[in-house]
């Protein structure tokens, strides 16, 4: 998601599920994205492994929308085709990313 706040900074952040955790959560600013390992880097530091399709976890939704009304931004606007392109990867090549890394998380 790209969002802007009230002073008209922007930047792109991801939210959904931590499995590691078992929370929905939303990121900091994305430093790197890695499309091949599904990974993404924060400017904090963090990394966050991406498991499944997009926007496939409808807490996390509602941890967007917290931290958006929390941080006071002003619009956001889903920017995930900046990121995938779907006619490249198949709801398939989804399928094997998120089984791979539910035996890594089972490891």
Not at 78 to 89: A, E, G, P, S
Request: aromatic share 8%.
């Amino acid at each position: 998601m790209e969002i802007s706040t009230q002073q008209g900074t922007r930047s792109h952040h991801v939210h959904g599920h931590d499995v590691t955790n078992n929370f929905a959560r939303t990121s900091s600013a994305i430093g790197e994205f890695d499309a091949h390992n599904m990974t993404v880097s924060t400017r904090s530091g963090r990394l966050y492994k991406l498991v499944g399709l997009p926007g496939n976890y409808p807490a996390g939704k509602t941890a967007w929308d917290t931290w958006c009304n929390s941080n006071g931004i002003v619009t956001h606007l889903d920017v995930t085709d900046q990121y995938l392109d779907f006619d490249k990867h198949s709801t398939l090549g989804f399928d094997r990313i998120t089984r791979a890394a539910m035996r890594e998380g089972s490891s």
